[in-house]
């Protein structure tokens, strides 16, 4: 079974500093991988993702992330954070026919 | 609108009642997930449809809840005999193609929470 760690459920940043989420799976195939945003009582809104090719993905919103294979990571960043960019932040990764999500880290910016 | 729809947004039941949710897909989609997200928790796999036929089901899916997907189309899943423990939103996804989360996107309605008092 493939699984998902992210590190930290909470991060704190101040407006303008770097983000850095972490996320760390477990896979016995080649993943496809995925990050997804959540604002209060909203769904979730995909980020970016990792399915072939370059390793270094870009997303929405100045976020993206690196697909470390010898590492098993996928590490979410941005270089300056933003006040609106406090939410809930899920890595998730393909399993068969599922995602399977990590436990999330809530991103909280100070002013 | 023509994003992922989900009714009712919030559903307050007592203990033991029976409740229905809603999930209306993005039209073109052939895939349909359900998820169960609680409190400061990622979501949780529930069941997946491809078209019309249910293809997988998660053992946190015990016999009280069911879901369909008539012709396609809307889904509904239900809960029958809720428990205080159901209380969760529920997330509905739908997807297209051969390979769910592939590199199509998924996309994620609002959720319906559920409250069991």
């Known amino acids: 079974a493939q699984s998902v760690t992210q590190l930290g459920s909470h991060v704190s940043v101040s407006e303008g500093a770097l983000v850095l989420l972490r996320c760390n799976y477990s896979?016995?195939?080649?993943?496809?991988l995925f990050w997804y945003v959540q604002y209060p009582n909203q769904g979730l809104q995909l980020l970016l993702k990792?399915?072939?090719?370059?390793?270094l993905v870009k997303g929405i919103n100045g976020f993206e992330a690196e697909f470390k294979k010898s590492e098993t990571s996928f590490h979410l960043t941005k270089p300056s954070a933003h006040m609106s960019d406090a939410a809930e932040y899920f890595c998730?990764?393909?399993?068969?026919?599922?995602?399977?999500f990590g436990g999330g880290t809530r991103l909280m910016v100070k002013p | 609108d023509t994003g992922v729809s989900q009714n009712p947004r919030h559903k307050i039941t007592k203990r033991g009642q029976n409740v229905t949710f809603r999930c209306d897909p993005i039209?073109?989609?052939?895939?349909l997930y359900w998820y169960r997200q609680t409190l400061g928790q990622g979501p949780e796999f529930l069941t997946y449809?491809?078209?019309?036929?249910?293809?997988?089901k998660s053992r946190l899916l015990s016999d009280r809840f069911s879901a369909e997907r008539p012709k396609g189309s809307f889904s509904t899943l239900e809960i029958q005999r809720t428990e205080q423990g159901d209380s969760a939103m529920y997330l509905c996804?739908?997807?297209?193609?051969?390979?769910?989360?592939?590199?199509?996107?998924?996309?994620f309605g609002q959720g319906t929470r559920l409250t069991v008092v």
């Open positions: 996804a739908s997807s297209l193609g051969a390979q769910v989360f592939d590199s199509t996107e998924a996309f």
């Open positions: 896979s016995s195939v080649p993943p496809y």
């Open positions: 990792y399915t072939t090719g370059a390793t």
């Open positions: 998730a990764v393909t399993s068969g026919n599922m995602l399977t």
């Open positions: 039209s073109e989609h052939n895939r």
């Open positions: 449809f491809q078209n019309e036929a249910q293809l997988e």
